[in-house]
């Protein structure tokens, strides 16, 4: 019962995002504050349905900051490499 109503929730609103999306595409803005308006859209209607579905638990790990400094110095690394190679 729990799916099904989160599924129902999420369906209700990404079909409100849908609509929102549509009319921003007429909107005289550039492309890339377009994209940038039907992205932050999205993530609202995650988030709301996410809100009406207090059974499914969004927390982080106690090691995420960790995991994440190890993520970010790996990648400046192969950046650094990457640079030497010059590619």
Known sequence: L???VYAV???VNMLWTI???????FAPMS????EGVCLVLIQ???RIALL???WISIQGD???AEQWGLMLSLMAEYDAEDVREGK
């Open 52 to 54: 009406f579905a207090p």
């Open 44 to 46: 609202l209607g995650w």
């Open 31 to 34: 492309m890339a504050w377009k």
């Open 2 to 4: 729990a799916r099904s």
């Open 62 to 64: 106690d090691d995420y």
């Open 19 to 25: 609509a929102l999306m549509n009319i921003v595409h």
């Open 9 to 11: 929730c999420l369906l």
